[in-house]
């Protein structure tokens, strides 16, 4: 088995100076740029009717009791008070908001080409815009410019894996696996620098292109749209399948302060 010998390049300070440092530099700016940008497209959210908050506030103390029922902050009356009438509650449709009066049992489903729609479906857009199109520009920008530079060595062993990664767009199966290309520059700034703009701009920033957004909470119901249509879920049956859950979390029910005297006098020692 052979060792292939090291690769040593010279590699000339311009490189570094006209091609490295200005990409970083580049996508950290339009980065930052981006994320005003967005906020600027961003539409103000629509205040919700009091009813639809009420339901989704009604789902939040549900969940909320059972969440802490195994070590429940509220005493064992107060808990049985608030889950008997939050359960009765729940399972009369006291919480439901009501039916439009135009709403009927044969209605087709919405029209997806009304205003409402269409402004959500253009608010998504515009958002995948503002990421995609910097990015293709960027990309072209180096592609056409910068093809074919090595711009740096990592200092450290990597596998022949990494080849594809690193060295993309240079042709030269024998390069050695740690030179970086521009190219490949390019795209790791671009999932490398996410934890320099949350420093920048905080963790909630339009910079990061965030593949997993996080689901509303119920109890942040005054904030987030409430959703609506064909793809809405049923709120009856919600409540009735909430009802059944707080009557199983009963049997997991323990008070927080059970036996806290004996137990703050044994963390001071004076429990015999």
Do not use: C
């Amino acid at each position: 088995m052979t060792v292939k010998a090291e690769q040593d390049f010279y590699l000339d300070p311009s490189i570094r100076d006209w091609v490295l440092i200005p990409i970083t530099l580049i996508m950290l700016l339009v980065g930052v740029l981006r994320h005003y940008v967005t906020q600027l497209l961003n539409s103000a959210p629509k205040k919700q009717p009091a009813a639809a908050v009420r339901e989704q506030r009604a789902l939040g103390r549900a969940n909320l009791l059972r969440a802490t029922a195994p070590l429940s902050p509220l005493p064992p009356s107060q808990y049985k008070s608030f889950t008997s009438s939050l359960a009765r509650g729940l399972s009369s449709g006291e919480y439901l908001k009501p039916a439009p009066a135009s709403e009927s049992e044969d209605a087709g489903p919405q029209n997806p080409f009304e205003s409402g729609q269409m402004e959500g479906a253009m608010d998504g857009m515009k958002k995948q815009a503002v990421m995609m199109v910097p990015n293709m520009v960027i990309m072209q920008y180096i592609n056409v410019f910068f093809s074919g530079f090595i711009l740096m060595r990592l200092p450290f062993p990597l596998t022949a894996g990494f080849k594809s990664l690193l060295s993309r767009d240079i042709a030269m199966p024998d390069l050695d696996v740690r030179w970086v290309s521009a190219l490949s520059w390019y795209f790791l700034n671009l999932f490398g620098l996410n934890g320099v703009f949350k420093l920048i701009l905080g963790q909630d920033n339009a910079a990061v292109e965030t593949r997993d957004q996080s689901a509303l909470s119920a109890l942040s119901g005054a904030g987030g749209p409430a959703m609506a249509g064909p793809g809405a879920p049923d709120m009856s049956k919600l409540f009735k399948s909430e009802v059944e859950n707080l009557a199983l979390a009963e049997g997991l029910y323990k008070w927080v302060g059970d036996g806290i005297e004996d137990r703050v006098l044994k963390s001071w020692g004076k429990v015999i």
